[in-house]
Structure formats: structure tokens, C-alpha cells
């Protein structure tokens, strides 16, 4: 199966801390059969950001943890649908979520998350 990584996924494979993330990250691809995994701009610059604002690391810093992740994961997004708000988008907060869902069915894969609030079909929780 291929997934599209969220930005709570892409901080888990780095941070240890929330430290049940890190871990349920880690067990479910190990144990998946290393599943293909990508990234796309909004999940990247997603995790710039947090590991830069929460995190304390430079922006050079933060790049190379990202690097070294993408060595990692199978393939990048870099071809984008107009964006289309799913029936579920209730607020501002969803928009991302949404989007990132979109992106994930417009090339065949399911969003890779930790957010049990994405109401979509494409989203899979990770275990």
C-alpha cells in the first residue's frame, strides 16, 4: 500500500517526544512490510515549521532531519488537484487535513496519520 505521510507522521519518525507516536510509528512500518511512503510540500513545510518552532533547530538543522527522512521514504507529491473542500470540513482547522486527503486519493494512497478527528475515507490511522 502507499501512503501519504502527515505532518504528526513525518515529526514522529524524528521526535521521540510524544514517545507513543514515535514508537506506533516505527512498530507500523516495520511490521506493514516497509509500506511506500511519501511526502509532499504541505506535510515538508509542515514539519519545518514545527521542528524549528517547538523543537529549537535551526532551519539548516531542521532540513537535514527532513533529508534524511526522504532518503527513507519512497517518493515525493510534486504534481497538486486545485483544492476541494471535503463535506466534512466544518472550519479553518480542517483545511490541511482535507487537502492532504485529496492528495492522497488523486494518486492512489491513503494519508498516514495520528489524527483521529480526519473524517475521510483516505485517512488511515496508524496503529
Not at 4 to 11: K, P, Q, Y
Not at 92 to 107: I, K, S
Request: charged share 20%.
Amino acid at each position: 500500500m502507499k501512503y501519504l505521510l502527515d505532518v504528526n507522521a513525518l515529526m514522529a519518525w524524528i521526535h521521540s517526544v510524544p514517545a507513543e507516536h514515535h514508537a506506533r510509528l516505527h512498530k507500523w512500518h516495520a511490521a506493514a512490510g516497509r509500506p511506500e511512503l511519501n511526502t509532499c510540500a504541505i506535510s515538508e513545510l509542515g514539519f519545518l515549521r514545527i521542528t524549528m518552532a517547538q523543537y529549537g533547530f535551526t532551519a539548516e538543522a531542521a532540513q537535514k532531519l527532513l533529508d534524511g527522512i526522504k532518503h527513507g521514504a519512497a517518493g515525493y507529491i510534486d504534481t497538486t488537484p486545485p483544492p476541494r473542500m471535503a463535506r466534512w470540513v466544518l472550519s479553518h482547522r480542517h483545511t490541511t487535513d482535507a487537502y492532504l486527503c485529496q492528495l492522497a486519493v488523486a494518486h492512489g494512497m491513503k494519508l498516514a496519520t495520528f489524527d483521529e478527528g480526519i473524517k475521510d475515507s483516505a485517512a488511515f490511522l496508524i496503529p
